[in-house]
């Protein structure tokens, strides 16, 4: 993949996790779509749920040194939707 080609393929991700309703403790599938785009180059993916919510641990080779990218997929609720500009998601 060209840098272009990696570019566009970032923005077009960040726009699909952003369309989701993954509002608390739901995620709208966000998760999913990370372990399958994940899965894909290589990651081993687990799911983890902690109380009502679940995480994602994916892992890529056993050799250091040693990433860790700590995120989350979820959101708060957004309110009533007349006082937004535009659709939140």
Do not use: Y
Not at 28 to 33: E, V, Y
Not at 43 to 63: D, I, K, M, R, Y
């Amino acid at each position: 993949m060209t840098t272009t080609e990696t570019e566009h393929a970032a923005i077009a991700l960040t726009k699909e996790l952003i369309r989701r309703q993954s509002i608390t403790p739901e995620d709208d599938g966000c998760q999913p779509l990370m372990a399958e785009r994940l899965s894909s180059i290589g990651f081993t993916c687990e799911s983890l749920p902690a109380e009502n919510v679940l995480n994602l641990w994916a892992t890529h080779g056993s050799q250091g040194p040693t990433l860790v990218f700590a995120g989350h997929t979820d959101v708060v609720p957004p309110g009533p939707r007349e006082h937004w500009d535009s659709d939140p998601f």
